[in-house]
Nanobody, 122 residues
Framework: QVQLVESGGGLVQAGGSLRLSCAAS????????MAWFRQVPGKERELVAA???????YHTASVKGRFTISRDNAKNTLYLQMNSLKPDDTAMYYC????????????????WGQGTQVTVSL
């Protein structure tokens, strides 16, 4: 079992920055891919970024060049640096982990955090 706890969300003006963190505990030695998802009420959950245990990142097109995913395996922590934030980035952001594969497009993400709200105002 892997437990995930997100932090770092908040209210920011457009153009601003936030850094999300996700602390992992439990069976952390089994973690392969980690990822950030976001969801707006009434819309489907969206993969924002993912990273393998080796540190290979993936960013969805809408955030590429603005967001950066990283992980510190020694601290068991996942990060999402978000710059040049837009109102469209407003969502609940969730951290997720998969213990079976290092390929984000094959991961099923069996572990999830409770989410942290990001709100970007004009």
């Amino acid at each position: 079992q892997v437990q995930l706890v997100e932090s770092g969300g908040g209210l920011v003006q457009a153009g601003g920055s936030l850094r999300l963190s996700c602390a992992a505990s439990g069976s952390i030695g089994n973690i392969k891919t980690m990822a950030w998802f976001r969801q707006v009420p009434g819309k489907e959950r969206e993969l924002v970024a993912a990273i393998s245990s080796r540190g290979d990142p993936y960013h969805t097109a809408s955030v590429k060049g603005r967001f950066t995913i990283s992980r510190d395996n020694a601290k068991n922590t996942l990060y999402l640096q978000m710059n040049s934030l837009k109102p469209d980035d407003t969502a609940m952001y969730y951290c997720a982990a998969d213990v079976y594969t290092d390929y984000w497009d094959l991961a099923e993400f069996g572990s999830w955090g409770q989410g942290t709200q990001v709100t970007v105002s004009l």
